[in-house]
């Protein structure tokens, strides 16, 4: 089988990997840590703004997918610090409405970059 993937030109990667791989109508998107496409580098700040950073990369990707937040099913969160887990949760909530997607918050040792956080998600097509 053939992949059928999807790239944004204004969302970052730090590997050899897809932004977003389509499996019949749903759209597995990588995960996307704070990086700013223009730059290449992380956003400087706390954890709330590479919250924004990270939603941004992956709302571009799912434009480029003719997809938007209201497709989104699952949304997994990682964070090196859970004492983050408040600013990232008001990040959050202004990115998605009620009712809102599935969603795992895990703390992680590490991410790619010194990355305070990643999110990866999971959007449907509508029919």
Not at 66 to 76: A, Y
Request: glycine fraction near 10%; charged fraction near 15%.
């Amino acid at each position: 089988m053939s992949r059928r993937t999807v790239n944004a030109s204004n969302a970052a990667a730090v590997g050899p990997y897809s932004h977003a791989t389509w499996a019949g109508d749903l759209l597995f998107c990588s995960g996307q840590t704070p990086l700013d496409p223009g730059t290449g580098k992380l956003v400087d700040g706390n954890v709330a703004d590479q919250t924004r950073q990270c939603f941004d990369n992956l709302f571009q990707v799912l434009e480029a997918a003719g997809l938007g937040s209201d497709d989104v099913v699952s949304v997994n969160v990682y964070l090196t610090d859970m004492g983050d887990f408040g600013q990232m949760n008001e990040i959050y909530a202004t990115r998605f409405s009620s009712p809102y997607p599935a969603r795992t918050t895990i703390g992680c040792a590490s991410l790619p970059l010194g990355a305070r956080i990643e999110i990866g998600l999971t959007a449907k097509r509508q029919s």
